[in-house]
């Protein structure tokens, strides 16, 4: 005789950065140990992996993550915790004070996370009166190449990742046509304000993040904390 087995509600939810409109369940129980690999990874590679497995599988394998923009990710992630385990997360911070070993558990609402940014209109970026770069959002991929370099060396790689093509007055180069060696070359071979450059331009693409704020029990310090990245919203 066959269990009845309940069927499982299915949601849907817009993705702030594509805009794409995804369809997705809540986790189930069999799959509670992916979340558990998540949450514990050692590093961020291999909590990277875990959520990727995680929303393949609560997507029905129609979305491929390693194409979402990692904001989109992490905003996925999000609304499927909230449908599978609650609207809240308990968190735990170290006062601000360094005279001072108290600790705070906090309950943050997930629903208090924002996407702070968003995507230029012009994904073109000038980097000389006449030479410029036209740059992708960067992707789970792009983020995975370069998740065991060193923090100094990652947004240099980040930028050859997601470089469309180049361009002067004369020539468009499309990234797909050029080697390694050029992309290299050409990237390193940019001054430190043009760098900063680019970086302005990522650095203005949609994000979460949620304010923190708590007074210590203990010392009365005012303690304020901004919390980026999917590891703190587990």
């Known amino acids: 005789m066959a269990l009845p087995i309940q069927a499982t509600p299915t949601y849907t939810t817009v993705l702030p950065v594509s805009g794409q409109t995804i369809e997705y369940r809540p986790f189930l129980v069999k799959e509670q140990n992916i979340l558990v690999q998540a949450k514990e990874g050692e590093d961020a590679k291999r909590t990277m992996q875990s959520v990727k497995k995680l929303l393949q599988a609560v997507t029905n394998d129609k979305v491929v993550i390693e194409n979402l923009p990692t904001t ?12 599978s385990v609650g609207e809240t997360s308990k968190l735990m911070f170290p006062c601000g004070n360094p005279e001072c070993s108290e600790t705070e558990d906090y309950v943050l609402h997930l629903d208090k996370i924002q996407v702070d940014g968003e995507v230029p209109e012009s994904k073109e970026v000038m980097i000389t009166d006449k030479v410029g770069l036209t740059l992708s959002v960067p992707t789970v991929e792009h983020v995975e190449k370069i998740q065991d370099l060193d923090e100094s060396n990652q947004s240099v790689e980040l930028i050859k990742e997601s470089i469309v093509n180049i361009f002067d007055e004369e020539q468009v180069y499309e990234g797909a046509d050029l080697t390694r060696v050029e992309i290299n070359e050409f990237v390193e071979s940019l001054t430190f304000p043009q760098l900063e450059v ?37």
């Open 72 to 83: 989109d990710l992490e905003w996925l992630f999000i609304q499927v915790r909230k449908v």
């Open 198 to 234: 680019l970086g302005d331009w990522y650095d203005k693409l949609p994000k979460l993040n949620a304010t923190v704020e708590w007074n210590c029990k203990t010392c009365s310090e005012e303690n304020k904390t901004k919390l980026e990245g999917i590891q703190n919203f587990f």
